[in-house]
């Protein structure tokens, strides 16, 4: 199975930052990587799909880069309500994988 | 809108058969790729397997061998079924649509989740 880790595993920004999430890939997955958030008690919500490209409906706050390898996720100007874990999924190779998740907090 | 609604027990006893079902309402069963997804503390998210309503599947290595999906395109429903059931089976179990022609591309509807708990 290809491995998705993700860091930080959690970090504490103030609303206005720039927030940055990596994920590595233990093999090449393409561009066929995907960024979703989820907050507690919720189902996942996709934000990023095939790595740079914003779901319809997704705040443009949010973007997506990466290839191959290594993949991240930007969220330009924090916002209260971006409170939540983000998970990178690639689908490159069967199974789907997920990382570890990424719980963002503010400071 | 598509909508998703899981519904089955929340307790199963350990040997025994996990039983769930997926209600789409909003959109037809018959026009994509429907999978499952679990989460637990101790593995994080992970992917099931997937059912196409022609009953074309694919499953994850790691429970292909208890694992059987369907689909009642009468009912607009898909069905979940883990045999032999333990302890590590405990989690949050997810359906979800998948958009794009891989049947795993990404998942952009899903339900609200169930909980079930494997213990005696």
């Known amino acids: 199975d290809i491995q998705m880790t993700q860091s930080p595993s959690s970090l504490s920004a103030s609303v206005g930052d720039r927030v940055t999430i990596t994920c590595q890939a233990s093999r090449d997955v393409n561009k066929y990587l995907n960024w979703y958030q989820q907050k507690p008690g919720k189902a996942p919500k996709v934000l990023i799909y095939?790595?740079?490209n914003l779901e319809t409906g997704v705040p443009s706050r949010f973007s997506g880069s990466g290839s191959g390898t290594d993949f991240i996720l930007t969220i330009s100007s924090l916002q209260p309500e971006d409170i939540a874990t983000y998970y990178c999924q690639q689908y490159d190779t069967l199974p789907v994988t997920f990382g570890g998740g990424t719980k963002v907090e503010i400071k | 809108q598509v909508q998703l609604q899981e519904s089955g027990p929340g307790l199963v006893r350990p040997s025994e058969t996990l039983f769930l079902t997926c209600t789409v309402s909003g959109g037809s069963v018959s026009s994509a790729y429907w999978n499952w997804m679990r989460q637990s503390p101790g593995k994080g998210l992970e992917w099931i397997g997937y059912?196409?309503?022609?009953?074309?599947?694919s499953f994850n290595p790691s429970l292909k061998s208890r694992l059987t999906m369907s689909v009642d395109t009468s009912k607009n429903q898909f069905s979940l079924r883990l045999s032999s059931v333990t302890a590590a089976d405990t989690a949050v179990y997810y359906c979800?649509?998948?958009?794009?022609?891989?049947?795993?591309?990404?998942?952009?509807?899903w339900g609200q989740g169930i909980l079930v708990t494997v213990s005696s």
């Open positions: 095939d790595a740079s």
């Open positions: 979800a649509r998948a958009r794009g022609l891989f049947g795993v591309d990404y998942f952009d509807y």
């Open positions: 059912i196409y309503y022609s009953s074309t599947t």
